[in-house]
């Protein structure tokens, strides 16, 4: 283990923690992560194994059956997970994405109903806000919730998109429109949590819920990505997060910030391993009579990758440690996720660059890096709405005296 991306003030149990996953990384991600990847086979085995060590209830609270962990034990654990394979990180994220939403903004039945299954990885989560015609304009949601004469159920109507896990989970936190008399539109979005049967097509528990398949994609295989189409699904009110409707934005928008957080900590990841390869590949192949991190380019190349490795992991460490102590971490959280993704595209391109002809090889790991890159400049909010809301707070901060 090399001195990039070490973090100070860790506590044994963090420490072990983190030593338990790199060790289980090491051993059962990383050699088979690109075999799978290619048969965009979903990493059954690999997920068992989260489950024993408790990653799926890493944050949630120990009264209910999770270890009750910090946002930076999470967010180092998930670096480590995705430094073996980016998709097996997203299997996690949106998990814990709504876990932390049900335990921060859910109803005490709610809490003790979904929490302890959620901690031991029973049933698993997925988040829902994105729809075909969305993008990143979180108003226009067109989704609609209806209420039905008796007041007791909603009827639901509509067709959401980018699911992760849709296929595989069992609950997820869908953002909805309901007519609450807001002139503002954010106050008439509601979320609701959808228990369901997990797989593919109509749903075998909730009537006129289809999961229609996977969705093909360029990289981040593995997971599951996909469409769900709601046509006249009743819930009953009672699967309002938190009981009462109107809140849903606020509620995804807390839940996308320590997202925010997360996806810094893959790009952090998935960086640190592209630096590996590249640095370890640079060490055996010769060129012109000497390896070629014997040659200037080469070296100067390493150092910048180096430099934006450490850069972004420690601002994805301030950001965690902003939110977990109790402060707003918007600002922080943006930044992080920002760089983190940006940084990451760079030094994934110089470790392939470095390759050369054999990084566009399906047999180098960087391949696949390659292809997974991209979708962290996308997750959790593109690099120009982070820049947009990082813009925002500093006029806050820095706002003249009228």
Same mark, same amino acid.
């Given at each position: 283990?090399?001195?990039?991306?070490?973090?100070?003030?860790?506590?044994?149990?963090?420490?072990?923690?983190?030593?338990?996953?790199?060790?289980?990384?090491?051993?059962?991600?990383?050699?088979?992560?690109?075999?799978?990847?290619?048969?965009?086979?979903?990493?059954?085995?690999?997920?068992?194994?989260?489950?024993?060590?408790?990653?799926?209830?890493?944050?949630?609270?120990?009264?209910?059956?999770?270890?009750?962990?910090?946002?930076?034990?999470?967010?180092?654990?998930?670096?480590?997970?995705?430094?073996?394979?980016?998709?097996?990180?997203?299997?996690?994220?949106?998990?814990?994405?709504?876990?932390?939403?049900?335990?921060?903004?859910?109803?005490?039945?709610?809490?003790?109903? #979904?929490?302890?299954?959620?901690?031991?990885?029973?049933?698993?989560?997925?988040?829902?806000?994105?729809?075909?015609?969305?993008?990143?304009?979180?108003?226009?949601?067109?989704?609609?919730?209806?209420?039905?004469?008796?007041?007791?159920?909603?009827?639901?109507?509509?067709?959401?998109?980018?699911?992760?896990?849709?296929?595989?989970?069992?609950?997820?936190?869908?953002?909805?429109?309901?007519?609450?008399?807001?002139?503002?539109?954010?106050?008439?979005?509601?979320?609701?949590?959808?228990?369901?049967?997990?797989? #593919?097509?109509?749903?075998?528990?909730? $009537?006129?819920?289809?999961?229609?398949?996977?969705?093909?994609?360029?990289?981040?295989?593995?997971?599951?990505?996909?469409?769900?189409?709601?046509?006249?699904? $009743?819930?009953?009110?009672?699967?309002?997060?938190?009981?009462?409707?109107?809140?849903? #934005?606020?509620?995804?928008?807390?839940?996308?910030?320590?997202?925010?957080?997360?996806?810094?900590?893959?790009?952090?990841?998935?960086?640190?391993?592209?630096?590996?390869?590249?640095?370890?590949?640079?060490?055996?192949?010769?060129? #012109?009579?000497?390896?070629?991190?014997?040659?200037?380019?080469?070296?100067?190349?390493?150092?910048?990758?180096?430099?934006?490795?450490?850069?972004?992991?420690?601002?994805?460490?301030?950001?965690?440690?902003?939110?977990?102590?109790?402060?707003?971490?918007?600002?922080?959280?943006?930044?992080?996720?920002?760089?983190?993704?940006?940084?990451?595209?760079?030094?994934?391109?110089?470790?392939?660059?470095?390759?050369?002809?054999?990084?566009?090889?399906?047999?180098?790991?960087?391949?696949?890096?390659?292809?997974?890159?991209?979708?962290?400049?996308?997750?959790?909010?593109?690099?120009?709405?982070?820049?947009?809301?990082?813009?925002?707070?500093?006029?806050?901060?820095?706002?003249?005296?009228?």
């Amino acid at each position: 283990m090399g001195r990039l991306a070490q973090t100070e003030g860790l506590n044994e149990i963090q420490q072990e923690i983190l030593a338990t996953v790199r060790s289980f990384v090491d051993k059962e991600i990383i050699p088979v992560a690109t075999e799978l990847e290619h048969r965009d086979e979903y990493p059954t085995d690999i997920v068992e194994g989260l489950k024993e060590m408790g990653i799926f209830g890493l944050m949630i609270p120990e009264e209910y059956g999770g270890l009750g962990e910090s946002l930076l034990t999470y967010a180092l654990t998930v670096e480590e997970i995705a430094r073996g394979w980016m998709s097996v990180s997203g299997i996690i994220n949106t998990h814990f994405i709504v876990a932390y939403m049900i335990n921060a903004h859910g109803t005490q039945e709610q809490k003790d109903y #979904f929490l302890p299954r959620m901690a031991t990885g029973e049933i698993r989560g997925a988040f829902s806000m994105s729809e075909p015609g969305l993008g990143s304009d979180v108003s226009a949601i067109s989704t609609k919730a209806t209420r039905d004469e008796s007041g007791e159920f909603y009827v639901l109507n509509g067709q959401k998109m980018w699911l992760t896990n849709g296929g595989t989970s069992s609950v997820i936190a869908c953002l909805v429109k309901t007519d609450e008399g807001h002139a503002s539109p954010y106050k008439n979005l509601t979320t609701f949590l959808i228990e369901k049967t997990p797989g #593919f097509g109509p749903n075998e528990t909730v $009537k006129g819920l289809t999961v229609p398949g996977k969705i093909e994609k360029m990289g981040y295989k593995g997971v599951d990505t996909t469409e769900l189409v709601l046509e006249d699904v $009743k819930l009953p009110a009672d699967r309002i997060l938190g009981g009462v409707p109107g809140r849903g #934005f606020y509620q995804m928008m807390d839940g996308v910030e320590v997202g925010r957080v997360n996806v810094a900590a893959r790009g952090c990841g998935v960086a640190q391993r592209a630096f590996e390869l590249g640095i370890r590949y640079a060490q055996q192949r010769q060129t #012109f009579g000497k390896k070629i991190a014997e040659h200037q380019a080469i070296q100067f190349k390493l150092a910048e990758m180096a430099t934006k490795v450490e850069a972004a992991h420690q601002m994805m460490v301030m950001a965690a440690r902003k939110k977990d102590s109790g402060q707003r971490n918007d600002l922080e959280a943006g930044m992080a996720k920002y760089l983190a993704s940006e940084y990451c595209k760079e030094v994934v391109e110089d470790s392939f660059r470095i390759h050369g002809g054999y990084g566009f090889s399906k047999e180098y790991e960087i391949e696949r890096l390659y292809r997974e890159a991209p979708m962290l400049l996308i997750g959790e909010g593109t690099a120009e709405i982070q820049k947009m809301i990082v813009g925002r707070r500093l006029l806050e901060e820095y706002k003249l005296a009228e």
